[in-house]
């Protein structure tokens, strides 16, 4: 059953904890990821296997800033040529510049070196798979759970 939380009657967090505890596998969509807010899911992930059946898939959309909006509209060539090595590259490397950015804000405490270091432990072990999504502005945001659910019948 979906439900649409606002943060402000109905928190996101405490529900996907919840929902987490009783999956083993998500699909992520997020327009916007915190490096140092995934300690407050991490140790869930940390019990699966990880792999293709036991792994959250984390597709992270970019947004588009004015200046790349106004270079699209105003290039002279208007055909999509779709998306060729160097683009993607290129936008690799800029939402690893924005992920370093969000690291240089505040000072990090010990749980963010902590968490930081789990996230990177669970990408090498596959139990988060992350993917660049550059659809342009508009990303919908959505969270799918898998669950394998063991009912036993009492006659």
């Not at 596998?25 to 995934?38: E, I, K, M, Q, S």
């Not at 992920?99 to 968490?115: C, H, K, S, W, Y």
């Not at 432990?121 to 669950?147: D, E, M, W």
Request: proline residues 3%.
């Amino acid at each position: 059953m979906p439900r649409i939380f606002d943060n402000i009657e109905k928190s996101l967090l405490p529900a996907l904890q919840e929902t987490l505890e009783l999956s083993n596998r998500a699909d992520f969509c997020v327009g916007y990821f915190n490096l140092r807010g995934w300690k407050e899911l991490d140790s869930y992930i940390e019990t699966w296997s990880g792999g293709k059946n036991h792994c959250c898939r984390l597709l992270v959309g970019m947004q588009k800033l004015p200046q790349d909006e106004l270079r699209q509209v105003m290039r002279l060539s208007k055909a999509d040529s779709g998306m060729d090595n160097q683009t993607a590259i290129r936008l690799k490397k800029k939402l690893a510049e924005e992920f370093r950015d969000q690291l240089m804000v505040g000072a990090p405490t010990n749980e963010d070196e902590i968490g930081l270091r789990r996230l990177a432990s669970q990408i090498k072990a596959k139990k988060v798979i992350v993917n660049l999504a550059p659809f342009g502005r508009t990303f919908l945001v959505f969270y799918i759970f898998h669950c394998f659910l063991i009912t036993t019948w009492a006659t």
